[in-house]
Structures are given as C-alpha cells and as structure tokens.
Nanobody
Framework: QVQVVESGGGLVQTGGSLRLSCAAS????????MNWYRQALGKQRELVAA???????DYADSVKGRFTISRDNAKNMVYLQMNSLKPEDTAVYYC?????????WGQGTQVTVSS
C-alpha cells in the first residue's frame, strides 16, 4: 500500500506562483510513475502533468510553459511548480502514484487563483 499526501495549495492572485508537493510512502517510489491531476468544481478531472520513473515529463496543453513537474527519488517527493497562474487553474489538485498497475491517490489540495 502506498500513501500519497499533497501539500502546498492555497490562495494566490492571477499571475502568481505556487509549488505543490507530494510525498509518497514506500521503498518502490523510484519505480513509480507520478502524476498531477486537477478537478475544478463542476468539471471533469484532468491530467495536468506526469513524470515517469525515468524522469520524462509531459503536460496538458493548458499548462505547458507555465507548470513544471519534478521528482526527488531520494526524498520520495514529487513537485509541481505552477507559475503565471490563471483563474481557470482553480481546482483541487491530486497527486497519484502508479506502481505495478495500481494507482494510489492523495486527498487533494485546493488551489484558488483570484482575478
């Protein structure tokens, strides 16, 4: 069982920045693909950013050039640096860990961008 815990959400003005952190338990972290999803009120959940066990990153078109995903295998951590935030980035952000065909979800962290 992998436990995933997000932190770092909050309220920020348009154009501001936030860094989300995700801590995943277990010794197999370095073998896990990690993702950030978000879900805005009344909207479907979407994949925002992904980073493979090998460190390759991919992004949704809506955040390319503004968000950066990174990982620190020594600390079992994944980060999402979010710059140039827009009101449409407001959502609950979830971190997931994918390992051996199973996906583990965190409880989410709220990001609110005020206009």
């Amino acid at each position: 069982q992998v436990q995933v815990v997000e932190s770092g959400g909050g309220l920020v003005q348009t154009g501001g920045s936030l860094r989300l952190s995700c801590a995943a338990s277990g010794s197999a972290f370095r073998f896990s693909d990690m993702n950030w999803y978000r879900q805005a009120l009344g909207k479907q959940r979407e994949l925002v950013a992904a980073i493979t066990k090998g460190g390759s990153a991919d992004y949704a078109d809506s955040v390319k050039g503004r968000f950066t995903i990174s990982r620190d295998n020594a600390k079992n951590m994944v980060y999402l640096q979010m710059n140039s935030l827009k009101p449409e980035d407001t959502a609950v952000y979830y971190c997931t860990s994918e390992l051996l065909s199973r996906t583990y979800w965190g409880q989410g962290t709220q990001v609110t961008v005020s206009s």
